[in-house]
């Protein structure tokens, strides 16, 4: 019903918070190159030093014949560079051309005409610093666009000095420590450059895992719909059995005849507005409804919208009718007054007073009978 890049991203991102596996195991595979790259004294990294760098660095060791884990490590080796900056000092280290050290993003992007142009593209920075000056190679004279980007570079380079006394290091750019951490390069992999503040709500709302669950499928549209089902080749009737209009998420929770009656109810009792979509409710609806913070506003929603699906599903799947639109209310209290366990206790009273208020107005409906007649709403 979800694409596994919806479910497997972050909470707070919109997702359901469930590890790719494989993604995880290559974000693992670089902390290995930020240990490596940061260098040890440790026996594990004097052996990997002397078989495979030898000379240069990680970046510029050899893959051929080398262990499987070594050419993964060579695999994965760009994601390193999404977060890593590089501190240069005696440039042996550092890539000039790929590697983050001067600006925000590597030279390559910055002058990718002087790129295209330079004779070796895998050169470290000492290879370009020679007696206190800077001289890049390229393969052929270059134009007058070019010479003025290679004046810009150099105007750049002309504060940076090498040092020979100290080695090259790295930071981490994607955590505040500036130091490597596996959640925080699997963060930036599986963002969308978006925070669902939404999202954020319905998790850390004391609900049971399950019905947050629920209200992921709910916001997201991928509750199991006969519309969504039809999609994926259901043979059924694509109808609501209550009304025989198409069921589609929208249709079950908000738009049809029951779950507009149910809403209307909650509307007087709280004296709040009627929600015709949960874009609408997140749309800052929700806490007008219920009269109080979003946390017990959700809280509340839940039940009742809990309440509806588990009607539904009684009424396609067992073809259980309920007798009365307003047993839906009082089963949505039950899950409410089940669920306030998890609530801490000054929001167990204020809840409390809702259901009071809910049960309060229940008690006191009487719904007006009308004599039947020929006019016909429209």
């Given at each position: 019903m979800a694409s596994w890049d919806s479910v497997s991203r972050p909470k707070d991102k919109g997702g359901l918070g469930i590890i790719n596996t494989k993604l995880m195991n290559e974000c693992l595979l670089v902390k290995w190159i930020w240990k490596i790259t940061k260098g040890s004294s440790d026996v594990w990294f004097k052996l990997l030093d002397a078989k495979y760098v030898q000379e240069g660095n990680f970046f510029t060791s050899r893959t051929l014949g080398s262990s499987q884990f070594w050419q993964g490590l060579h695999k994965v080796k760009h994601l390193f560079k999404w977060g890593a900056i590089h501190k240069m000092k005696d440039?042996?280290?550092?890539?000039?051309?790929?590697d983050v050290w001067i600006g925000d993003s590597p030279l390559r992007l910055q002058y990718p005409s002087l790129y295209n142009m330079c004779r070796d593209k895998e050169a470290l920075v000492v290879d370009y610093y020679k007696d206190g000056d800077w001289e890049i190679e390229f393969r052929r004279s270059l134009l007058g666009s070019e010479s003025e980007c290679l004046d810009l570079?150099?105007?750049?380079?002309q504060h940076i000095q090498v040092d020979t006394e100290q080695q090259d290091d790295v930071e981490w750019a994607l955590d505040t420590s500036k130091s490597f951490t596996t959640k925080s390069l699997y963060r930036f992999l599986t963002h969308r450059g978006v925070q669902v503040k939404e999202a954020d709500n319905i998790w850390k709302t004391s609900l049971p895992m399950k019905i947050k669950v629920f209200l992921w499928q709910l916001s997201h549209n991928k509750l199991q719909s006969v519309v969504a089902l039809k999609r994926r080749g259901w043979?059924?009737?694509?109808?609501?059995?209550?009304?025989?209009?198409?069921?589609?998420?929208?249709?079950?929770?908000?738009?049809?005849?029951?779950?507009h009656f149910v809403w209307a109810c909650l509307s007087e009792v709280f004296g709040g507005t009627i929600p015709c979509s949960w874009d609408e409710l997140h749309g800052g609806k929700l806490t007008s409804m219920f009269k109080t913070n979003m946390r017990l506003s959700l809280f509340l929603f839940a039940g009742i919208a809990w309440s509806i699906w588990r009607t539904r599903n009684k009424m396609a799947i067992e073809k259980i009718?309920?007798?009365?639109?307003?047993d839906v209310v009082y089963l949505g209290?039950?899950?409410?007054?089940?669920?306030?366990?998890?609530?801490k206790p000054a929001d167990q009273e204020k809840l409390s007073k809702a259901v009071d208020t809910m049960r309060g107005w229940l008690r006191s409906y009487n719904p007006i009978s009308l004599v039947a007649s020929d006019i016909v709403e429209i």
């Open positions: 440039g042996y280290k550092t890539s000039f051309w790929h570079l150099i105007q750049s380079l043979k059924g009737s694509t109808r609501y059995v209550l009304c025989g209009r198409h069921e589609s998420v929208s249709h079950i929770f908000f738009t049809c005849s029951s779950a009718f309920s007798q009365n639109p307003i209290i039950s899950f409410v007054q089940k669920w306030w366990r998890l609530l």
